[in-house]
Nanobody, 124 residues
Framework: QLQLVESGGGLVQPGGSLRLSCTAS????????IAWFRQAPGKEREEISC????????NSLDSVKGRFSISRDNAKNTVYLQMNSLKPEDTAVYYC?????????????????WGQGTQVTVSS
């Protein structure tokens, strides 16, 4: 059974950092693209960044450019989202998702597998 499990969320003060992890089971993560999304209360889910199977990344969210970065460790079957200089507006549930393609799709509807999400709260 294909599963994605996020971890690393929590409460952090403004300006702090967190590293989220997305670990796959049931399939070899390095064959596929993986993306991170987030959804804040009352807002639509938005794509943050995607990394293709060959390691190329796309950043979809202007508000996190220069602060967030995506990476993958195929040996650990894990994709990371490093988040620095966190702001209160980054508060959301963060999800990873896989489209079962090697390249990053342009639409959310192509992402077939989703993790359960991890809460990130940025507050003093």
């Amino acid at each position: 059974q294909l599963q994605l499990v996020e971890s690393g969320g929590g409460l952090v003060q403004p300006g702090g950092s967190l590293r989220l992890s997305c670990t796959a089971s049931g399939f070899i993560l390095d064959d596929y693209a993986i993306a991170w999304f987030r959804q804040a209360p009352g807002k639509e889910r938005e794509e943050i960044s995607c990394i293709s199977a060959n390691g190329g990344s796309t950043n979809s969210l202007d508000s996190v450019k220069g602060r967030f970065s995506i990476s993958r460790d195929n040996a650990k079957n894990t994709v990371y989202l490093q988040m620095n200089s966190l702001k209160p507006e980054d508060t959301a549930v963060y999800y990873c998702a896989a489209p079962l393609f090697r390249l990053c799709p342009r639409e959310q509807r192509f992402f077939d597998y989703w993790g359960q999400g991890t809460q990130v709260t940025v507050s003093s």
